[in-house]
């Protein structure tokens, strides 16, 4: 989870498609360029689920997103399946 956030971080977009679940990612990653994202904090986690809070900054304000992340292990590594936000 921390490793695909900071790949959002600095646009690591490739990063962020190889580490999504192949069945659920979508055909067109791309950054948006007015969203600087400030700070991460794990609330949660699970074998298969990340809880998180990302701070975030667009347009000169200040913003956060929550969320419950699912994982599963493919291949021996674990990819982002979904997740749900609130």
């Known amino acids: 989870?921390?490793?695909?956030?900071a790949a959002y971080a600095v646009g690591d977009v490739d990063y962020v498609f190889r580490t999504w679940h192949p069945r659920t990612r979508p055909d067109d990653l791309s950054p948006d360029l007015g969203l600087t994202w400030t700070g991460l904090t794990i609330v949660d986690a699970s074998e298969d689920r990340v809880e998180f809070?990302?701070?975030?900054?667009?347009?000169?304000?200040?913003?956060?997103?929550?969320?419950?992340?699912?994982?599963e292990q493919r291949g021996g590594r674990w990819v982002y399946v979904d997740g749900e936000v609130s």
């Open 1 to 5: 989870m921390r490793s695909r956030y």
């Open 53 to 71: 809070v990302a701070t975030f900054e667009q347009g000169g304000r200040a913003g956060s997103m929550h969320e419950v992340s699912r994982f």
